[in-house]
């Protein structure tokens, strides 16, 4: 099992940057494919992006793309969300998650069911 926490959250100025790191423990990140989720208060929780296990392709929700980039250092066991040109509607709590099935088909990658493993999850907020 794998334990997850992130952090790099906080409040930032529409327009600016965060970079979110989820650091993993008690097994090595490089078995699991990454993803970063988000929720607000009495919502379900949104797919933002999605990293494989080599690196490699990676996938982001619509909202995000172009502004979001996930990357990955196994030697570091962390994955990161770089998060630019945030804007309001980005305000979320942000979650990370780990996949550990090699075989997930890429219409499954993106819903929740999908992700075995959670952190506690860290508040961005982006005012405007």
């Known amino acids: 099992q794998v334990r997850l926490v992130e952090s790099g959250g906080g409040l930032v100025q529409a327009g600016g940057s965060l970079r979110l790191s989820c650091a993993a423990s008690?097994?090595?990140?490089?078995?699991?494919?990454m993803g970063w989720f988000r929720q607000l208060p009495g919502k379900e929780r949104e797919f933002v992006a999605r990293?494989?296990?080599?690196?490699?392709?990676?996938l982001y929700g619509d909202s995000v793309k172009g502004r979001f980039t996930i990357t990955r250092d196994d030697a570091k066991n962390t994955v990161y969300l770089q998060m630019n040109s945030l804007k309001p509607e980005d305000t979320a709590v942000y979650f990370c998650?780990?996949?550990?099935?090699?075989?997930?088909?890429?219409?499954?990658?993106?819903?929740?069911?999908?992700?075995?493993?959670w952190g506690q999850g860290t508040q961005v907020t982006v005012s405007s």
């Open positions: 998650a780990a996949d550990p099935d090699p075989m997930r088909l890429m219409s499954s990658r993106r819903y929740t069911t999908s992700y075995y493993y």
């Open positions: 008690g097994r090595t990140l490089s078995t699991y494919a």
């Open positions: 990293i494989p296990r080599s690196g490699g392709t990676t």
